[in-house]
């Protein structure tokens, strides 16, 4: 089975300052891969990054990066230079690598960027 | 990537009805996923939807209470029968498009149900 655990509920941030959405996972699975989603008021789920459990270096998309902690088991996700429209909730996911498999969430944080 | 297109959008229901959303995906994917996420909550997988086979469901998910259909590779549905307040959720119908897979879920806008 696998399981993520995100321990913050809510964030603040300034905006243009950098913040860190925490993430651990558990899985009995050697290969896998970890997801961050956001999803604003509006509801829809926005794919934001993936990383795969055997790539050597961290993912990066524009403003998000992925710390990867294999030994830790954790996968914060790290946006840069916030923005307003940042402010949402933000799932981490993981999934088995290579797809098709069902892909567990974590409970979320609400992120809100102060102006 | 994928388009997913979902309807309808919300909607508000009575208890005791039922409700079918559809979910339409721009191109042709092996497998449809199912969310429900109840207020406040994380997404929980409701069922995997194969073309041309029974719908596999989670624990909790029963097959009378959440029937689906998958009868061709862009278009699925899933019934939300006999409805409850408890059943008021936002129902999110994905996909994992083609190669190279990263298991990345493309999401529809997701359908909201308020039971009254």
């Known amino acids: 089975a696998q399981k993520i655990t995100q321990t913050q509920p809510g964030m603040f941030v300034q905006e243009k300052e950098a913040v860190t959405l925490d993430c651990t996972y558990d899985t009995s699975d050697p290969s896998y891969g970890l997801f961050w989603y956001k999803q604003p008021s509006s509801g829809e789920m926005i794919f934001l990054i993936y990383q795969g459990s055997y790539d050597q270096q961290n993912a990066t998309e524009g403003r998000y990066s992925l710390n990867f902690q294999k030994a830790r088991k954790s996968a914060n996700l790290v946006i840069s230079a916030s923005q307003l429209g940042d402010s949402a909730m933000y799932f981490c996911a993981i999934g088995n690598s290579g797809g098709y498999q069902k892909v567990t969430f974590g409970t979320g944080t609400k992120l809100q960027v102060i102006p | 990537s994928a388009v997913i297109s979902q309807k309808p959008s919300r909607d508000i229901c009575q208890r005791g009805t039922s409700l079918t959303i559809q979910c339409q995906v721009d191109s042709q994917v092996t497998m449809m996923f199912w969310y429900r996420q109840q207020p406040g909550q994380s997404l929980t997988l409701i069922a995997t939807?194969?073309?041309?086979?029974?719908?596999?469901?989670e624990s909790g998910f029963v097959i009378d209470k959440f029937p689906i259909s998958r009868p061709n590779l862009t278009f699925s549905t899933l019934t939300v029968s006999n409805m409850s307040p408890e059943d008021s959720s936002i129902y999110l119908c994905?996909?994992?498009?083609?190669?190279?897979?990263?298991?990345?879920?493309?999401f529809g806008e997701g359908s909201r149900l308020t039971v009254l």
């Open positions: 939807a194969n073309q041309g086979s029974e719908a596999t469901y």
């Open positions: 994905s996909v994992t498009p083609g190669p190279p897979d990263t298991g990345e879920l493309f």
